[in-house]
Structures are given as structure tokens and as C-alpha cells.
């Protein structure tokens, strides 16, 4: 690209991203509030929150989880939740528990068979349902798991919620870390503090013992220090981490001493010490 190129470029993302500086919303009963996002889908955004999630409470925080992805809300069914929040005066909502967690998502409010077909509207009205409507009990650490991708339902939520920190989840190949840098400028427009990039899938170790690096080798690693973010850890394939998300038994809550459940101890002692 040349100079002129890369000036009319960014004259044109000035020009259409967000200048306005807007009054973020806390959520009641909520101390720190971290999200989990991922610049495209399919890298295992959701998969790692819940996880982290888990591993936070491990380690004797309260915490509770909230599945913000209106295009595909999956905590529901990787948590093993069938039923419906309650309500004990027909406005609030009471955050189902599970796992010693207090979970709350889209998924709730909808069958599985019901596409999510959102607009503006609808995403400023399902946030000011977050944040005022659901009953949070006294919560260390609300994980947010994001809309993937970089576009109005992420921008909302970062605008109008008051979000201590973000985690990007990506993978080691090319096409995903372009979408990283994306999801990292959009977060610094948003003023939301970017604690981290997680690298998931990074490899994957055969019956030999050799390990493969399938999506490539990196990837996250290296965008992380172009940008001079913390690389919070990189997280290999495992089939049991996909096999338990499937069964509503998280990984880490079934395979405490695993290697893999080690990881997100490091990555979640790393997080507690950079957001408090």
C-alpha cells in the first residue's frame, strides 16, 4: 500500500468510526467486569470464557458468566442449563447457577431452532437488560462473552458498557490474527483496556508425541507483540475440551490436574493481577 493509500485509508475509518464519548453503564452487584471476544467466529471465543470462568472460580472468586453473542449464544448448552431464568416480580432476572456460577445468556430467552436476527434497536434494548435487569449477587468477576467479530452489536456493547478489561481470543493463522488487529483498534476507540490475547488451537501433539502446528505457528504470540499486548497464553488442540463443551461439563471442571486446566490457571492468576 502506498503512502497516499494508507492516508485516504485512514482518513476513511476516521471518518466512520466512533468519535462520541459515551457515559459507560456498571452493572449492579458486579466489581470487575471482563469480556472475552474474538475478531471472527470459530476460534473458540466461547469455549475459553466459560473455561476462564470456571478457573476464576477455583480460585474462590465469585463469578458469573453472561453470553452477550446474539448470533449464536452457546454457554447455555456448554454449561448444561435447560431451563429459564426466574423472576420474582415479573421485571428482574435471577442468574441460573451452575457450577457454583452465576450464568446468564441470549440463549435463554430463545429456542435453539430460533434464528438471531438482530438490529440496532434490539441490541441497545437486550444491553440495558443486562445492566439493569438481571440480579447479579455480589460478583468478583462478570465474563462477558462477546458477538465475534468487529461490528455494531461488539461496538454497542463496548460503548455502553463499563468493561474494566478485554481478552482476544484468536487463532495462529494469518486470517484470524488480520481480524485480531482489527478487534484491537476497535477496542482502543472504545476505551475499553485490553488486558491480553489468548492463542487457542495452537497445536496439536499425535500418539508420538510430535506436535503438529496445524493453523500455524505464533500467530498470536506475534501479534501480541507488534501491538506490546500480553500474550496471556496459548491453549493446544485438545479433543476433550470440544468433547466436554458439547456435554455441558466444562474441561477444566472435569480435568483439574490436566495440563490444559493448568494453563488457564496461569492465564486467569494472570488477568486477577493485571485488572485489580
Known amino acids: 500500500m502506498t503512502e497516499k493509500e494508507a492516508n485516504l485509508s485512514k482518513n476513511f475509518i476516521d471518518q466512520i468510526s466512533p468519535k462520541t464519548q459515551f457515559k459507560k453503564n456498571k452493572i449492579n452487584g458486579v466489581k470487575k467486569i471482563i469480556a472475552v471476544s474474538s475478531g471472527k467466529g470459530g476460534v473458540g471465543k466461547s469455549t475459553i470464557a466459560i473455561n476462564l470462568a470456571i478457573t476464576l472460580k477455583n480460585l474462590k472468586y465469585n463469578v458469573g458468566i453472561l453470553d452477550a453473542d446474539i448470533y449464536g449464544p452457546s454457554i447455555p448448552k456448554m454449561i448444561g442449563i435447560s431451563e429459564k431464568p426466574k423472576s420474582e ?41 443486562f445492566t439493569n435487569k438481571v440480579l447479579w449477587n455480589n460478583i468478583d468477576f462478570l465474563i462477558i462473552d462477546m458477538p465475534p467479530g468487529t461490528g455494531d452489536a461488539l461496538l454497542t456493547f463496548s460503548q455502553e458498557i463499563d ?9 495462529p493463522q494469518d486470517i484470524a490474527i488480520i481480524d485480531v488487529k482489527r478487534g484491537i483498534e476497535m477496542f482502543k476507540r472504545t476505551n475499553v483496556k485490553i488486558l491480553g490475547i489468548i ?27 507488534k501491538f506490546n499486548i500480553e500474550l496471556l497464553g496459548q491453549i493446544p488442540i485438545n479433543i476433550n475440551l470440544r468433547k466436554n463443551s458439547d456435554e455441558g461439563s466444562p474441561f477444566v471442571d472435569q480435568f483439574k490436574d490436566h495440563k490444559v486446566s493448568k494453563l488457564f490457571l496461569e492465564i486467569a492468576n494472570k488477568i486477577t493481577k493485571i485488572i485489580k
Do not use: Y
Open 199 to 225: 492463542e487457542n488451537m495452537t497445536s496439536f501433539t499425535s500418539d508420538d508425541g510430535v506436535e503438529h502446528f496445524i493453523f500455524g505457528k505464533d500467530g498470536g504470540k506475534n501479534i501480541a507483540s
Open 89 to 129: 416480580d415479573g421485571v428482574n432476572l435471577i442468574p441460573i447457577k451452575k457450577f457454583d456460577i452465576q450464568c446468564m445468556s441470549i440463549g435463554f430467552m430463545v429456542s435453539e431452532e430460533t434464528p438471531m436476527i438482530w438490529r440496532g434497536p434490539m441490541v441497545a434494548s437486550t444491553i440495558k437488560t
Open 163 to 171: 468493561i474494566d478489561g478485554a481478552v482476544i481470543v484468536t487463532t
